[in-house]
């Protein structure tokens, strides 16, 4: 990598007002490592930090999931739910409260959570349409596949600059910009920020691969997942992912994610009955 | 399949068989599709030619009735195809993109139509 990628790196890595995330969460994401570490260990752990438990309720009992009957705790939660998606629930609430909201010419915070948040909901779907065993994980993939830009906007805002006017005079996507700026792209700066946090490695790679699918080595189904959402979410014209363009799907990525058309009707489908019923997490980002 | 020159290699193709490097390492998988980026790649790695197969294409999308919802309908579903057409101007060649944006065109016709239906009939 050039000296550029390096000291840009340094930047972010120093940054000392780099959105933090609760020191329930940081153990946690050091806690899952362990296989020994038990259901109810993670349930105990979210339930010592109130306002992070009650976020988690209150995602939990929203619309989006549509429970038939309140779940009053985290224990509860994990029993209907499993413990994965809590802990990727608890995760996904304590990044949104975590980024604080960026007012920059140009970029579109509340749009760039809806990208984010169709991302997500379809990765969800599509890991469930096709079984895959990914589906705890595709969620909160999908939702922080972009965190880098939020970093980029924020530090970097005369390159941010030039990548918008690169974008409207040679209508190109915001990835090739970046590289004609940067020589690099959010999805690396997403990247050293899910390291810098210590997130799972499967979760690292969603972030830091999701538009080199082909290149995956490792946990290869995921990054295929995340990279089809957000070609899907963007096709379904919802929020704002940086350019109004839309990435090509590989061919070899709709075969091995043995997608077919009335499959991919079905997800969109679901798609936007998921983002009607999101509202509940969006509210989170408006809050700031 | 074809044995052609990754210079005359276009986005879209796909792979008839595997790409390895002078190493034997494998660069790119049968049935992976040329995209730009691992067009890059090769060329870089100094590959000269590779085996491209013909693209297996899904099966044509029917594109969404026209005519429904009336003249208001007809100006929602101009609208979603005007905006799908800019989005996805970059792959008019490209089979299986288009397949996408007509999933997705049928999709938003419908979910807006369903929206118009739902509403309370304009005040007169």
């Known amino acids: 990598m050039t000296p550029d990628y390096q000291n840009y790196r340094a930047v972010v890595e120093n940054a000392k007002d780099l959105p933090k995330l609760s020191s329930v969460i940081t153990r946690l994401l050091e806690m899952i490592k362990s296989p020994t570490t038990s259901a109810a260990d993670v349930g105990q752990l979210i339930s010592q930090d109130v306002a992070l438990a009650s976020l988690t309720l209150k995602l939990v009992n929203s619309p989006f999931y549509g429970f038939s009957q309140k779940i009053y705790s985290i224990t509860h939660a994990i029993v209907i739910m499993g413990f994965s998606r809590v802990k990727n629930l608890a995760l996904a609430g304590s990044v949104l409260r975590s980024f604080k909201p960026t007012h920059t010419e140009g970029f579109d915070y509340y749009g760039f959570w809806e990208h984010s948040m169709a991302t997500a909901i379809t990765a969800d779907v599509l890991a469930q349409a096709i079984d895959s065993d990914y589906s705890d994980e595709a ?129 969109f489908e679901n798609a936007l009955s998921g983002m009607a019923r999101a509202g509940d997490f969006l509210e989170l980002v408006r809050a700031g | 399949m074809r044995w052609i020159p990754v210079s005359q290699a276009a986005s879209g193709m796909v792979l008839g068989e595997p790409v390895l490097d002078s190493q034997g390492r494998i660069l790119a998988r049968k049935g992976e599709n040329l995209s730009e980026e691992l067009l890059g790649l090769l060329r870089a790695s100094g590959i000269g030619n590779v085996f491209a197969a013909e693209t297996a294409a899904p099966d044509e999308v029917p594109r969404a009735d026209q005519t429904a919802g009336g003249p208001a309908g007809a100006e929602m579903a101009a609208a979603v195809r005007k905006r799908l057409e800019v989005r996805f101007r970059r792959h008019q060649d490209n089979a299986l993109m288009q397949t996408i944006r007509n999933l997705a065109e049928n999709q938003l016709i419908q979910a807006r139509l369903s929206t118009q239906t739902n509403q309370p009939p304009p005040r007169v």
């Open chain 1, 139 to 267: 969620f909160i993939s999908g939702l922080l596949h972009d965190q880098g830009k939020l970093i980029f906007v924020r530090y970097f805002p005369d390159e941010f600059a030039k990548v918008r006017k690169l974008i409207d005079r040679q209508q190109i996507t915001m990835r090739e910009a970046e590289h004609q700026v940067l020589g690099f792209d959010h999805s690396h700066i997403g990247g050293w920020l899910a390291e810098k946090w210590n997130f799972p490695e499967h979760l690292c790679l969603g972030i830091r691969m999701h538009h080199a699918p082909l290149l995956a080595r490792q946990h290869r189904q995921l990054i295929w997942l995340v990279h089809a959402a957000d070609v899907f979410s963007r096709a379904l014209c919802i929020g704002d992912g940086g350019d109004p363009f839309i990435p090509e799907m590989p061919q070899y990525i709709w075969n091995q994610l043995r997608l077919t058309p009335e499959r991919v009707g079905n997800v």
